[in-house]
């Protein structure tokens, strides 16, 4: 009888210690830096609000919060890192519309599923998708392009082939009912560079991408691709207000961690995201560089990627764009 109570002390004992040191395990984390893979090159909108955003996180986790990038592949080459990646907080992922709502549409024998391979912790930012076209056209508002475009074909140049940029471009092919020439660069702002010294006609590219150049006759912005007009450029219209339709297409960008991290774990990091994004500075910060600032949940980004995979998938079946 002593014996078995003495045993079941020691069984007793062991759980506790257990569950004390599980629970002083979350408690401390995270203990060191916190990598942010994002899958594009440096320099981009994708780049400085994944810096931003990292810079707040740690200062709110007190930890540094290291920026990596890991380009290529329309951000499935970095996506597919982190998805294999150990699953305990310290490897996240800049989630994007080209790795997280586009590429899995086109690329099904992809290496992850952004629903099942991540564990969305929140959006942050987003820009609606412009239509700028060359300074030295004739047309002047987007009537005028498709107009013209119905004359003579015309061209237009993306950051790549399956990139967002190439779908909106094949999407609006398609609504405004005139045909164009897809030319596929290796990023924005090669096509972007093409389109000043007009050699394309059109580009659909990020209010971010663009912002140089609004102010100069370089360029001309016909129209921007969000469900109302963006705050930055109030007085163009949306292509909604000029053709009609359903069209909208916006360039967002998230957090996520591996799907398999410990739910303490992300929600200590959830929650340092909600502090971010509550902080005025960091809003200021964000919207400073183009992009519209936006408050989330695990729980919202998941239902807009949800949506956006729902969207892209309709449109790639619709369309059918010719992909590498």
């Known amino acids: 009888?002593?014996?078995?109570?003495?045993?079941?002390?020691?069984?007793?004992?062991?759980v506790a210690a257990f569950c004390f040191l599980s629970t002083a395990g979350a408690q401390t984390f995270p203990t060191h830096a916190i990598t942010i893979v994002v899958p594009f090159p440096p320099g981009g909108p994708t780049d400085s609000s994944a810096r931003l955003v990292g810079k707040s996180l740690g200062g709110i986790l007190k930890q540094a919060v290291v920026i990596e990038n890991r380009p290529g592949a329309g951000g499935t080459t970095g996506s597919t890192y982190v998805a294999r990646s150990v699953a305990d907080g310290y490897t996240l992922l800049w989630g994007s519309t080209s790795s997280l709502g586009v590429a899995p549409t086109l690329y099904p024998k992809l290496a992850y599923a952004p629903l099942t391979s991540f564990a969305p912790l929140g959006m942050v930012a987003r820009s609606p998708i412009i239509l700028a076209g060359r300074g030295d056209m004739k047309a002047n508002t987007l009537k005028e392009f498709i107009a013209s475009g119905r004359e003579k074909k015309l061209s237009y140049g993306s950051a790549g082939s399956g990139s967002i940029n190439h779908l909106v471009g094949e999407w609006f092919k398609n609504e405004a009912n005139i045909d164009m020439l897809h030319v596929p660069y290796k990023g924005g702002m090669p096509a972007l560079n093409d389109l000043l010294g007009g050699q394309i006609d059109m580009v659909f590219e990020t209010i971010p991408t663009v912002s140089p150049f609004l102010k100069t006759e370089r360029l001309k912005v016909l129209a921007t691709a969000g469900r109302a007009r963006s705050p930055q450029l109030p007085n163009v219209p949306t292509v909604r207000e000029v053709i009609g339709g359903d069209f909208e297409a916006y360039s967002w960008v998230g957090l996520v961690a591996p799907a398999n991290t410990p739910p303490e774990t992300l929600k200590i990091l959830s929650d340092a995201m909600r502090t971010a994004e509550n902080d005025v500075t960091l809003q200021a910060e964000i919207a400073a560089t183009g992009l519209e600032p936006v408050k989330s949940s695990p729980e919202k980004?998941?239902?807009?990627?949800?949506?956006?995979l729902a969207k892209w998938t309709r449109l790639v079946n619709k369309v059918k764009p010719t992909v590498d």
């Not at 009888?1 to 062991?14: D, E, Q």
């Not at 980004?301 to 956006?308: A, K, L, P, T, V």
């Open 1 to 14: 009888m002593k014996h078995s109570s003495n045993f079941s002390y020691r069984i007793g004992f062991v």
């Open 301 to 308: 980004f998941r239902q807009d990627i949800e949506s956006e």
